[in-house]
């Protein structure tokens, strides 16, 4: 059986939701997932659904009166667009920066990389300490730190089309981060926010996907998962050490 039984090019969100909701279906973005998981996958076979040409690439500052202002990232935004707008926080930019090597920036998308809430994902923990919400077509928009918890979402059975992630803009925020080497993908990081609203803390790789912490208590209740980069004390210790760096930087 062929792995890509057929490709679908949807131009209107009402479209691309209908067919998303098909059987063995499976949305592309910037394909960096998708295209290993397809061709691994060649015994189930599955349809793609393509989201380049509904419109969902633009990031705008959704700010209304006085209050904390809030930004829209289109779910087709790529990382190497947030990297490099000034109206995107600088945590979350830094976060871009340093996710993915340089070539897979310019592919993979917001809307992908929520949806795909990869253990060592910075962006995710940057979103996650701006009060990310995702947006879906058609159905209610829920805070990003839930969405990651749903249970149909982590075991791909979510069907839902992200159209956008909003997120505060206002704010501070620093990132600490431990990886073997200084340009690796960090075993565990901490991701920092300070702003009129309080302090938030997001970790990475320390549960299946980042998480959002107590910055009273980051690691209280923590089970660290455990593989060749590190055992889970280890990863708890560096959790610790790395919540501390953050909040001080953001102090
Ligand atoms: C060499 C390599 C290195 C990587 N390094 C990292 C890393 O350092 N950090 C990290 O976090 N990840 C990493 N990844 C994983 C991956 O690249 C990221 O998670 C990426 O951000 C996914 O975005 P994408 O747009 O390419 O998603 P895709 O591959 O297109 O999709 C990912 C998943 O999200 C779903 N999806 C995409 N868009 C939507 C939408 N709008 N609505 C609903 N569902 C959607 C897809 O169906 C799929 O299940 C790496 C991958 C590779 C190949």
Redesign the pocket.
């Known amino acids: 059986m062929p792995s890509v039984l057929a490709y679908h090019r949807p131009t209107s969100l009402d479209e691309a939701a209908t067919l998303l909701a098909g059987p063995r279906r499976?949305?592309?973005?910037?394909?960096?997932?998708?295209v290993?998981d397809v061709r691994k996958n060649r015994a189930e076979g599955v349809e793609v659904v393509d989201?380049q040409d509904l419109g969902l690439d633009t990031i705008e500052d959704t700010t209304q009166g006085a209050g904390q202002g809030r930004m829209r990232l289109g779910?087709m935004v790529r990382?190497a667009d947030v990297a490099t707008d000034a109206r995107c926080p600088s945590v979350l930019r830094e976060a871009a920066r340093r996710?993915?090597?340089s070539a897979?920036r310019n592919?993979?998308?917001i809307?992908?990389?929520a949806?795909?809430g990869?253990i060592?994902?910075l962006v995710v923990a940057a979103l996650l300490v701006h009060d990310a919400q995702v947006h879906f077509h058609g159905s209610a928009a829920v805070a990003l730190g839930e969405y990651l918890r749903d249970e149909h979402v982590r075991g791909g059975r979510d069907h839902?089309?992200?159209v956008a992630v909003t997120i505060e803009s206002g704010g501070s925020g620093a990132i600490a981060a431990t990886g073997r080497t200084p340009a690796d993908?960090p075993i565990v990081a901490a991701v920092a926010r300070s702003s009129a609203a309080g302090l938030r803390l997001a970790l990475t790789g320390v549960a299946s996907t980042p998480i959002e912490v107590d910055p009273s208590a980051p690691v209280v209740g923590l089970n660290p998962p455990a593989d060749f980069r590190g055992s889970a004390e280890f990863r708890a210790h560096l959790a610790a050490v790395l919540s501390a760096r953050a909040l001080l930087a953001v102090a």
């Not at 499976?26 to 998708?34: E, N």
């Open positions: 499976r949305a592309l973005a910037g394909g960096t997932v998708v290993a989201l779910a990382l996710e993915l090597p897979l592919q993979a998308t809307g992908g990389t949806a795909q990869d060592t994902s839902r089309l992200i993908v």
